[in-house]
């Protein structure tokens, strides 16, 4: 059998990742993430600064969040946790690792972090922008060859030597995929706030039942649902018994 080969690490930023939908494929074929401009990636590279970090209480998941100034994203951290924790708010670091999703919150697993300096970021930003131009041109370029009605075929041909089989596949996959509005880092982080609230306003001591929550929190019930169970994985929140949700 072939050994399977190491997904590169892609360069991209919080924005692109938090925008694309994510496919989960079986076998050896490796899960990725498709953007809307069409990029699959498995693998992605970002540098960004650190706005929080979160370990729980039995130290078996930790987190640390970066902003890019394009959005904010989480790396994520099970079991090894003691490569994180020489990171502090502020810092800038580099994070290389397999983007995941979980309850659609797309994050990345943690491989590779280094400090950096400021040049880096700036440099990192730039390449990432050298790659949107440079991609956006080819997904022109293979939206007219596609409209002008060649197959994926004469497409491949047409675009050898600028994209491999892989990207002209994404790039096809793209257009036929419909993408979902995301609620933006920010609005995810204030419903987290408004069902916290909403279980401390509603706990009268054996904690919040969760048909209350859903009456107090203005959001679709799925968003809510996603909510309270990030927050329960996170160790924010627990169940003292079916159906109740007390803040720890």
């Known amino acids: 059998m072939a050994q399977q080969k190491r997904q590169t690490a892609k360069i991209v930023n919080a924005e692109e990742l938090n925008s694309g939908k994510y496919f989960q494929k079986e076998g050896f074929t490796p899960n990725y993430l498709l953007t809307p401009e069409g990029r699959r ?24 969040t970066l902003d890019d100034g394009s959005d904010t994203i989480q790396v994520k951290f099970f079991n090894e ?11 800038i670091v580099e994070a290389v690792g397999k983007v995941r999703e979980y309850q659609g919150q797309i994050y990345m697993n943690a491989e590779i972090m280094k400090e950096r300096d400021v040049n880096k970021e700036l440099l990192h930003e730039l390449k990432h922008k050298k790659v949107e131009e440079e991609w956006e041109q080819f997904r022109e370029t293979v939206k007219q060859l596609k409209d002008s009605g060649k197959d994926q075929e004469d497409i491949e041909k047409e675009m050898a030597g600028k994209l491999d089989e892989e990207e002209v596949d994404a790039l096809l996959q793209s257009f036929g995929e419909q993408f979902d509005t995301r609620a933006s880092t ?47 994985s996170e160790g924010t929140f627990y169940e003292p018994q079916p159906g109740k949700i007390k803040k720890l």
């Open 41 to 64: 990636i498995s693998r992605s590279r970002i540098v960004a600064v650190v706005v929080d970090t979160f370990i729980n209480d039995d130290e078996s998941y930790g987190s640390i």
């Open 81 to 91: 946790l003691e490569p994180m924790k020489k990171f502090e708010i502020g810092d």
């Open 186 to 232: 920010e609005d995810m982080e204030n419903l987290e706030r408004d069902v916290i609230d909403a279980v401390e306003k509603l706990d009268g001591g054996d904690g919040a039942d969760y048909s209350d929550i859903a009456e107090e929190v203005d959001a679709p019930e799925d968003q809510m649902e996603d909510t309270i169970n990030t927050l329960l």
